[in-house]
């Protein structure tokens, strides 16, 4: 199981790549995708939102089921990430890179601090 030390994690297996201007990429982990198994569809619709820590931003679709996806940061949603509209298997492929979901700008940078570090989220993913 693949996770990079530079990110924080969400215990809903979100992860989270801050920039140095206050915006931050949201993706879900590589044990996310694995579970969930081939992704057919990504929707987001919350683009231009401003969201809380833990509230829905949109929905996941794998061959089997639907989840939901969960903010690991408040913050204004900026940017979907285009190319899952085509390509939506990029969060199989590559779900740290070219996977990822959301670009957001920060409320509150702070909430960066409750997110999970590499080794804390691999004790609750079981990697």
Do not use: C
Not at 111 to 124: K, P
């Amino acid at each position: 199981m693949n996770i990079p030390k530079n990110l924080k994690y969400s215990s809903e297996h979100e992860w989270v790549r801050a920039e140095a201007d206050d915006t931050a990429y949201v993706g879900i982990t590589d044990y996310a995708q694995s579970q969930l198994g081939d992704i057919v569809f990504v929707d987001v619709t919350s683009v231009d939102e401003t969201l809380s820590k833990g509230e829905p931003f949109g929905v996941v679709e794998a061959v089997k089921t639907v989840s939901d996806l969960f903010m690991p940061v408040g913050g204004q949603i900026l940017e979907l990430n285009s190319e899952l509209n085509d390509a939506p298997e990029l969060v199989n492929q590559d779900p740290y890179g070219k996977g990822w979901m959301i670009k957001v700008k920060l409320s509150n940078a702070a909430d960066l601090n409750d997110l999970l570090d590499a080794d804390a989220y691999a004790e609750i993913s079981n990697a």
